[in-house]
């Protein structure tokens, strides 16, 4: 028996191997959410071809889901959307919150409208087919619950509902809406306005639901001075390493705000952050909600099939089909409708 | 499922035709109750209603499978106009109002009121399956409109899914227009519809968008309907049907006046 002695060191180095070979296993075998789970475009849920030309589904495009990880994804899990190349704007809050990326704010209207959990950045700049004249780059964008005008713990009177800013009052009034002018050509040749407009507290997402939008470069919005900090440099955003470098708004250490415009503003946010919104300007492609560890959003809804949880909640809402975004009245679009 | 509210579809194809006469008028209501009548004994049968400014008012609508999708239509006059086609592969609803006025010879107008529902808050009494209203405009008050599940925005209309409830899902199902198929691709340029032939004449909805998920419920409804069509088997208890000289209040009209914001459609019992 005494072979099998091993000196101190080696007794040691096996225990230390041993323990690195079941670490290693451990980690080998650790379930990755959506891990070997991958889903196709088929037949049963995309039974249209989205073609382009002569590629079938060119303009059908593929969109990875994500979780509620920083730049985290379900591996293999993707929505493969026929993207209508009609922009969709989500809308609320002030409308002259500055012009300039980055522009810190001073006296400013001090409401905020708005609060989304767990937003982060990913896939910035990708070229997404989404019209017959070809692509463009869109932004990705994953949170996990955007609550509009909840007041939940937040002033809710900047919120303004009903006709979009006819008062004039510089605010934007809650609106969702698609306007085919905004669409490549071919577009329809008699444009339409469909828009919701809702009276209430509004919610995309919520518990078990993550929501990814494919946003364009227009995008904006503007946080408020609970995720601002004044410091010798500037305003910094919370969870953000941008320093604006205005020398007067570093000077008087006034942080009522600022505005991440035109989506490169995001690279910004790291990490999954909660933000409180005084403005927010959304232009997106396409908009999905879905569970964080769905392997198929098709056939595996958040919540089940039976029994689907919430995912967009829009209150005391009007829905009209017109013809421009100004007064979106169908008695005057259509006139002989009764 | 909606091949007659296609580009093809005519307003006043219906009510419009027997708003001549007030026998003709009668002889189609009769027809028309006939047709939902008949549904609420289980017999299987369609309801078309294709006209223009039908009004339209229920407490609740749960709606699986559900899909809206903004698509043309033609009026008898050969012009296109842009509506939303809500599609369901199956419904149900809590309460129930259609109206919808003529004028009509002899009289100055002439209003056309049907209701069902049970009067009861708490149950969705009415059942339907694979139908579809063309929407001009709807309010959803109250909670309003939620979306649950996998809810999709920005879809082209054609890739919406909402028949037959289950996968393979029908192509097209809300009947887009120019719908002539070749190995799954929508084509067809149709000038009245979109404004040039680019890709080659492949339209497959750009340009026409909307919003799929796996279930919707909307409270509190009223608005106006351009057309609606329910191929499946429709159950409507206690159906009554109304008459009345005048152009009386609409549905939508009775809902607004009465400050409607929850609980059962006034007027119905």
Known sequence: MSGLTLSREKQRFVVGLALWILAAVAILLVPNDGAGAVNSIGPNYQPLQCSQGTNTQQRRQTVNLSNDSVNGEISGTNAYPCLAGVPWKFEAGLNNFSTGNGTAQGTQDPYVIARVDGIYAKNPDNDFYYAASGSAPLYQIAFKALNLCSGSGQPVSGCELGVNNLDGNNRNDVALYASSAGTPDPKPAKPYVLRFAPDGPITLGGNGVITDVIADGASSFSVGPENITAGGTGCQIAGGTKYHNNDLFATMHTCQGIKLESMAGLAWILGVQTFYIKQLNLSFQYLITHGGTTTDPYSDPPGGVSSPLTSVQLPNTRITVCQTTARCDPSLDYPNDD | ?269
């Open chain 2, 1 to 269: 499922m909606v091949d007659e509210m296609t580009s093809e579809a005519r307003f006043g194809t219906r009510w419009g035709r027997s708003a001549g006469a007030m026998v003709a008028g009668i002889a189609v209501l009769t027809c028309f109750g006939l047709a939902i009548w008949r549904e609420a004994f289980g017999l299987d049968a369609t309801l078309v209603i294709q006209n223009k400014g039908v009004s339209f008012a229920t407490s609740r609508i749960i709606a699986t499978d559900a899909g809206f999708g903004m698509t043309v239509v033609k009026g008898k006059d050969g012009n296109v106009r842009n509506v939303l086609r809500a599609g369901f592969a199956g419904a149900t609803m809590n309460g129930i109002c259609i109206s919808k006025t003529e004028s009509v010879a002899g009289f100055s107008a002439l209003t056309i009121t049907l209701t069902g529902g049970d009067g009861n808050n708490t149950s969705n009494e009415i059942t339907a399956s694979n139908a579809a209203f063309d929407v001009a405009e709807l309010n959803a008050k109250g909670s309003g409109i939620q979306l649950q599940g996998s809810a999709q925005i920005g879809l082209s209309t054609p890739d919406i899914t909402t028949v037959p409830g289950a996968p393979p899902f029908s192509r097209n199902p809300l009947g887009q227009t120019n719908s002539a198929f070749t190995n799954g691709l929508l084509e067809d340029y149709d000038s009245s519809i979109w404004n040039m032939s680019l890709n080659g004449g492949r339209m497959n909805g750009q340009g026409f968008t909307g919003i799929d998920a796996t279930k919707a419920t909307l409270t509190t409804v009223y608005g106006k309907l351009l057309q609606a069509q329910i191929v499946g088997n429709i159950t409507l208890p206690n159906l009554k049907i109304s008459v009345a000289a005048g152009a009386v209040d609409s549905c939508e009209t009775k809902a607004v006046n009465a400050g409607w914001s929850g609980g059962y459609f006034p007027g119905i019992s």
